[in-house]
């Protein structure tokens, strides 16, 4: 068979690319294009006509003053919960990495919160807020302040991404050479010295890494949002994400909802793609 | 001299015990979460008001009425069938076509292939909450397929073509030796036998991983199974976790029971196959 033939590629290409292709195309790429439609008419979900209505859902969610507070809420979300989960997940790796008995006990239990989904941990620690930590003395975050809520949600968000991101930078520690260390500490570092001066620096991709993936899991953050703190109090405590959620499905501004989805990908977008650029330029090579 | 290395021997001996303490006190407050579900599964509601930390209820003593009282309520068996269905149908198809197009992207220098693999590279940014209100209009409004299992299943997996596509044509490029195709081919295999009997099966530590990492994802996704099923018979176990919380938030037994239930499958598998969960998702992370 002559395999420069276009019936060949065109076969082959189907065989194996082409429910794929199919499958990819319906449910990725037809959704973002008619998405960007959706932004430009105003559909309420029910009726048959969209109507165009030009920029006026862009309009309309540069003046929702609601999308403008979860977002800021979400961003100060994010952002205290990045670096604390950064710091947990490095500190847990540097720990389980050090030689102690068990220490692959500890990376699988660490691990644990991110097997079971956002919804079931949302509601196991409201249990803990709301009965558990309340009998012993303290008070209850839930449901009564707006502080309180980000608390919570920070600390769960920590608790349930540290084991996730400990694997990470465990990895980054094992790559880099244990001749390196000895060599720092012939020339008279001290143990903590040669973590510090030079595996971190050689493990700088496992920093960019985590903190994208940490950056792009705290801002569309929902699951956890939904059966922790439901909004509550008086919707003080909703995210991004469950504000696009509830414009959409539940007042049934489908083009507003869209618009406002598409600015949170935005600004999430800016803000990983950021990050990534600013930590690879100083990238070092062992 | 000696006594130098003993004197080191003694501050590493020091230094290890302090690390033990330290790993021994994280490692209950993450599972305290759990322990607490544990301990109030086996309470009366009363009990649980009013102590949630005692070991055994109070009053009324241990009980095992919650699980079968949440199992009838919640329709546990059948959220659990659902999940599993749903999970390994979409397991599955992910694996076969992603290995598939993978195969024909890397040993191909065809147009189409390269922009089939550009498109879903750059899609892989693309989070679900900017696809979800086109995809509920298109195939709720337009199309009408939602509230069936296929339809969840098909979509799962064109969600996540792209990343297992991805980490597949890695493993193929670096991995499979071109030669062993073209021996393949001398001895008279089709391209389809070669993938099937030759390159699929030397992918086995790629499968495992986007198994794992796919499996995790479909069994404990939330939002889009809530999106595309709306019918009781047809929940998953978050979604029946999340309705039966609507429903029963007040009964905290019942409750404790439910969401034991929730976690215990995956809990399970995990205590079985924790090494390769811990490793795949490692190199899943890594990779990707």
């Known amino acids: 068979m002559d395999k420069n033939k276009m019936s060949y590629k065109v076969s082959q290409f189907l065989m194996f690319g082409g429910i794929s292709t199919v499958l990819f195309l319906g449910v990725v790429i037809l959704p973002f294009i008619y998405g960007l439609y959706l932004t430009f008419t105003s559909w309420d979900g029910v009726s048959r006509s969209k109507p165009l209505v030009g920029f006026a859902n862009y ?228 | 001299m000696i006594q130098d290395s003993a004197k080191a021997l003694a501050r590493k001996r020091r230094i290890h015990a302090i690390i033990m303490v330290v790993l021994i006190l994280v490692f209950i407050a993450f599972i305290f979460p759990f322990i607490l579900v544990v301990i109030n599964v086996f309470k009366e509601k009363v009990d649980i008001v009013k102590d949630p930390l005692s070991l055994i209820g ?27 269905i749903i999970t390994v149908s979409s397991t599955i198809l992910t694996l076969l076509l992603s290995s598939m197009t993978a195969f024909v992207i890397v040993r191909n220098k065809w147009k189409a292939c390269a922009l089939l693999f550009a498109a879903m590279v750059a899609s892989m940014v693309i989070p679900f909450q900017v696809l979800m209100v086109p ?41 499979i030796p071109l030669e062993l195709e073209e021996a393949a081919f001398i001895d008279g295999c089709t391209r389809w036998q070669t993938w099937w009997k030759i390159v699929f099966p030397l992918l086995k530590p790629t499968i495992a991983t986007v198994a794992i990492i796919d499996a995790m994802a479909f069994w404990n996704d939330y939002l889009l199974p809530s999106l595309v099923l709306q019918k009781k018979e047809l929940y998953t176990i978050p979604i029946a976790t999340q309705a039966f919380y609507g429903t029963f938030s007040s009964d905290l037994g019942l409750i404790m029971a439910a969401l034991l239930l929730a976690m215990l499958p995956i809990l399970i598998l995990y205590v079985l196959l924790q090494r390769f969960i811990v490793e795949g998702v490692t190199s899943g992370a890594v990779k990707g």
């Open chain 2, 135 to 175: 995809l509920v209009s298109l195939y709720g409004g337009i199309f009408g397929v939602l509230n069936h299992r296929l339809t969840l299943i098909l979509m799962h997996t064109g969600f996540s073509l792209s990343m297992a596509t991805f980490m597949f044509h890695g493993a193929i490029h670096t991995n």
């Open chain 1, 59 to 286: 309009l309309a969610a540069f003046k929702d003053i609601d999308f403008w507070a979860a977002m800021g809420r979400t961003i100060i979300y994010s952002a205290i919960a990045v670096i604390l989960i950064n710091i947990v997940a490095f500190l847990l790796a540097y720990l389980v990495t050090s030689g102690v008995k068990g220490q692959n006990f500890f990376r699988a239990g660490f691990f644990v919160p991110n097997l079971i989904g956002g919804i079931v941990l949302g509601y196991v620690w409201q249990f803990v807020f709301s009965r558990a930590l309340p009998a012993v003395g303290i008070p209850k975050l839930l449901g009564t302040t707006e502080s309180g809520a980000m608390f919570a949600m920070i600390l769960v968000s920590v608790w349930q991404f540290a084991g996730y991101m400990m694997l990470i930078y465990v990895a980054g520690f094992m790559s880099v050479s244990k001749a390196l260390m000895e060599a720092a500490q012939i020339d008279g570092c001290t143990p903590s010295q040669s973590t510090w001066y030079v595996t971190v620096p050689l493990m700088r991709a496992s920093f960019v890494q985590c903190l994208f993936l940490s950056i792009t899991r705290c801002f569309m953050v929902y699951d956890v949002n939904l059966s922790l703190t439901k909004g509550e109090p008086a919707g003080k405590s909703v995210m991004a994400a469950m504000h696009v959620y509830n414009q959409a499905f539940t007042y049934k501004n489908y083009g507003t909802g869209q618009a406002e989805a598409l600015i949170l990908f935005l600004v999430c977008a800016i803000v990983g793609v950021t990050q990534v650029y600013i930590g690879k330029k100083g990238e070092v090579e062992a």
């Open chain 2, 58 to 84: 109070v009053k009324k003593g241990f009980t095992l009425e919650n699980f079968p009282n949440a199992i009838q309520k919640m329709d546990f068996f059948k959220a659990f069938a659902n999940s599993l």
